[in-house]
């Protein structure tokens, strides 16, 4: 079946602006996470969502970065006043049961850039 | 705090070699342990999912293991072939719904 997609595969925008990305994560998995890439880092976590549960967000790294989740579907992760450090490559992943026993599985990323 | 360690940091080998990936973590209570693939420009393939009951697991060339006790984890990559040159990733999984935690990965380059 189809693997998680993220749109866009790649966006630019100047600093200040709002930027929305998208997650959709394979049928019936009731885990989402989202991660981020930073040039020469290892990936960092940023919020998870379970089934209805609320989301994690310990690891948001500021208040201008918030996510949604419709019901066990598409994800959208909104960054507003973008800063030039918010560059990076954005990864969604999901996973069935959302238990850690669950392999995840991870999208192609949208690689955002802030000039 | 769960902190995961990949040494080396770059790997290059010849073609045709048997090569290990090397991963340690500051924390034994781990649930699960993932290796992944990621290519330039692309996301992670998960390659290999070991459980924390499971010493290791095997998938074609590739062998991972788990020694939750010393806390590290090796991959072995046996016969190496250029298209295995990618960034590999080994992550964590805590106990209970938590997120990976990832390393930084090691950079394997395989020579023709």
């Known amino acids: 079946g189809a693997g998680v997609s993220q749109s866009p595969s790649n966006k630019v925008t100047e600093k200040g602006k709002d930027v929305e990305l998208r997650c959709d994560p394979i049928?019936?998995?009731?885990?989402l996470y989202w991660y981020r890439q930073r040039l020469g880092q290892g990936l960092e976590f940023l919020i998870y969502?379970?089934?209805?549960?609320?989301?994690?967000k310990s690891g948001l790294p500021s208040d201008r970065f918030s996510a949604e989740r419709t019901g066990e579907s598409v994800s959208t992760l909104t960054i507003q006043r973008t800063q030039q450090e918010d560059s990076a490559v954005y990864l969604c992943?999901?996973?069935?049961?959302?238990?850690?026993?669950?392999?995840?599985?991870f999208g192609p990323g949208t690689r955002l850039t802030v000039t | 705090k769960q902190e995961v360690t990949q040494i080396p940091a770059a790997l290059s080998v010849p073609e045709g070699e048997n090569l290990v990936l090397n991963c340690s973590f500051t924390?034994?209570?781990?649930?699960?342990l993932q290796w992944f693939r990621q290519d330039p420009g692309k996301g992670l393939t998960s390659l290999l999912l070991i459980q924390s009951s499971q010493r290791e697991q095997t998938s074609g060339r590739l062998n991972a293991s788990l020694d939750k006790s010393s806390g590290r984890s090796t991959l072995y990559i046996a016969a190496s072939q250029p298209g295995d040159s990618a960034t590999y990733l080994c992550a964590v999984g805590n106990s209970g719904n938590t997120p990976l935690v990832f390393g930084k990965g090691t950079r394997l380059s395989v020579i023709a």
């Open positions: 924390d034994s209570a781990i649930y699960n």
């Open positions: 969502f379970q089934g209805n549960s609320a989301p994690d």
């Open positions: 992943a999901s996973s069935l049961t959302g238990t850690t026993s669950s392999e995840q599985y």
């Open positions: 049928s019936g998995h009731t885990a």
